[in-house]
């Protein structure tokens, strides 16, 4: 009878012993899966942060083409607008220049007029000379 319980209490601590082991082993996996997951988790992090730093950096070289081609434009605005001024400035140089050559040209018609008209009061002068000249002969 003693023997009896002997072995059954034998077979009672074998069996609790693999049941401790079993659990023990679950645990040691179950713990490993946690820690690769872990570790999974913590690469797809950082993976998402550089990408993060990536789009960021993206972004601000982007915004800085956006300023030196605005910088440019203004640039090219200024430049355009220089030039229309100096257009401006030419055209109204050629019109006062157009003016003056109309003036000249206006003060010459008027010294000729002004020699013509002298030359027929000389050549009428002459002529009543002429004829003061020949009324006298006679």
Same mark, same amino acid.
């Given at each position: ?22 659990? @023990? ?26 990408? #993060? ?9 982007? #915004? ?12 090219? @605005? ?16 050629? @019109? ?6 109309? $003036?000249?040209?206006?003060? #010459? ?6 020699? #013509? ?6 050549? $009428? ?5 002429? $004829? ?7």
């Amino acid at each position: 009878m003693i023997l009896n319980i002997l072995e059954s209490i034998l077979s009672d601590n074998s069996n609790n012993n693999n049941n401790n082991n079993n659990n @023990n082993n679950n645990n040691n996996n179950n713990n490993n899966n946690n820690n690769n997951n872990n570790n999974n988790n913590n690469n797809n992090n950082n993976n998402n942060n550089n990408n #993060n730093n990536n789009n960021n950096n993206n972004n601000n070289n982007n #915004n800085n083409n956006n300023n030196n081609n605005n910088n440019n434009n203004n640039n090219n @605005n200024n430049n355009n607008n220089n030039n229309n001024n100096n257009n401006n400035n030419n055209n109204n140089n050629n @019109n006062n220049n157009n003016n003056n050559n109309n $003036n000249n040209n206006n003060n #010459n018609n008027n010294n000729n007029n002004n020699n #013509n008209n002298n030359n027929n009061n000389n050549n $009428n002068n002459n002529n009543n000379n002429n $004829n003061n000249i020949i009324i006298i002969i006679k």
